[in-house]
C-alpha cells in the first residue's frame, strides 16, 4: 500500500499560479505511475496528469502549456506547477498512485484550489 498526502491548495486570482504537492509513503518502490485528477463541482472527475516511473508525462490536451507535473524522486514527492489559472480551473485536485502488480488505484485526500476573478 501507498499513502499519499496533497498540499499546497488554496485562493488565487485568476492569472496567478499554485504549485501542489503529493508526497507518497508506504510501498513506494512498487510505484509506477503518479499523477494529479482533478473534480469540480458538478462535474465528474478528469484526468490533469500523470508521470510514470521513467519520467514520462502525459497531460490533459486542455491543460498543456499552462501546468506542469514533476518529481523529486529521493523523497518519493509529485508537484503540479500550475500556471495562468482561470476561473474553469478551481477544483478539488487528487493525487494518485498505481503500483506494479496492483490492480487499484490509490488516492489522496484532496486539495481545494479555488480560483477567483
Known amino acids: 500500500q501507498v499513502q499519499l498526502v496533497e498540499s499546497g491548495g488554496g485562493l488565487v486570482q485568476a492569472g496567478g499560479s499554485l504549485r501542489l504537492s503529493c508526497a507518497a509513503s508506504?510501498?513506494?518502490?512498487?510505484?509506477?505511475?503518479m499523477g494529479w485528477y482533478r473534480q469540480a463541482p458538478g462535474k465528474e472527475r478528469e484526468l490533469v496528469a500523470v508521470?510514470?516511473?521513467?519520467?514520462?508525462?502525459n497531460y490533459a490536451d486542455s491543460l498543456k502549456g499552462r501546468f506542469t507535473i514533476s518529481r523529486d524522486v529521493a523523497k518519493n514527492i509529485i508537484f503540479l506547477q500550475m500556471n495562468s489559472l482561470k476561473i474553469e480551473d478551481t477544483a478539488v485536485y487528487y493525487c494518485?498512485?498505481?503500483?506494479?502488480?496492483?490492480?487499484?488505484?490509490?488516492w489522496g485526500q484532496g486539495t481545494q484550489v479555488t480560483v477567483s476573478s
Open positions: 508506504g510501498k513506494t518502490s512498487s510505484i509506477n505511475a
Open positions: 494518485y498512485s498505481m503500483l506494479s502488480g496492483e490492480w487499484r488505484t490509490y
Open positions: 508521470i510514470t516511473r521513467g519520467g514520462s508525462t
